[in-house]
């Protein structure tokens, strides 16, 4: 049996073409009492819409961008890569892909970023959850814009979609991690390193370990937040002085990025392996650092997948489709040095 077609909901309705085309693109100028029929129709043929043809032939152009904060970590090089080569691809499907550059951790930049980009399909963004934002994502959507949060969520925006894990829920992941390898029972401070505490990411993850470390292991202390600004030479500035007034640190949970500090400074003090470490995303330095004992755990996210995920919803939400909730779904990952190597022993 053939797929039924615009044609056989126009018959089934007794409508024009045109009138099916009005009522397919939501465009006004046909009768409530005409729209239930053409929808009826549609329901009753079982008509599912070709959305890629249709916006073929139409020419439809999306227009879409990345907003990205600078300078890059080795994390946010990963999430650039990522763009770049899906930029690439995408072009064949009618899609123009930019990546705009903010400064790290400054909302007013990305105010103003998002200022410009008005009229743009859809806005893939990785920012501060400030009141700047946030603005700025309202006046987006009500200019009828597409705005993913990406990595870090935003409270009440009005955003139409989170591409990252979920972020509470690794930071418990860390918090279980971190008594366990510290040891049940066991009394002690542990080191809490993040980039900002304006990162919505940084904030669920605090949390998530917090509540993990209160209720299994009371006995550890999570100390203040040490705001490394994702750097690495400023959470080397900022580490000694804690490591000298904290004589029980136990442990280090290193939320954000700056871990080129955090593991020189172990290293110089010698504490590579005396001291816990979990920490955040799977880079080069991160997967040498489990090899070598510097750090215990590694709690990541699929890069490709997050950035493929905030593609596809941007391009479903332009044209008013459904998403697939288990597709967009990313995975925490939890690495440690037995499994960065198979069983044949080379690293892969």
Partial sequence: MSRPTVHDIARTAGVSLATVDRVLNARPGVRAKTVARVQTAIRDLGYVR???AANLARQRQYRLAFV????????????RGAVEGLAALAATERADIAIVDVPAFDPHAVARALHDLEGADGVALMAPDTPQVRDA???LKARGTVVVALVSDLSDAGRDHFAGINNIAAGRTAGLLMGRFVGPGQ???IAVIAGSML???H????????DVLQSDFPRL???PSVEGRDDAQTVARLLPPLLDRVPDLRGIYSIGAGNRGLVAVLKERRLAGRITVIAHELTPLLRGSLVDGTVDAVISQDVGHVVRSALRVLKAKADGVPIIAAQERIRIDVFLRENLLPSGGEEA
Avoid at 68 to 79: D, G
Avoid at 203 to 210: A, Q, Y
């Fill in 203 to 210: 904030v669920e993850r605090r949390k998530g370990f917090d």
């Fill in 199 to 201: 990162a919505r990411d």
């Fill in 187 to 189: 009394a002690g401070s």
């Fill in 221 to 223: 202390r999570a100390l």
């Fill in 50 to 52: 070709d959305i890629s």
């Fill in 68 to 79: 990205l904060p600078e300078p890059a970590t080795a994390f946010l090089s990963a999430v």
């Fill in 137 to 139: 994502v309202r006046r």
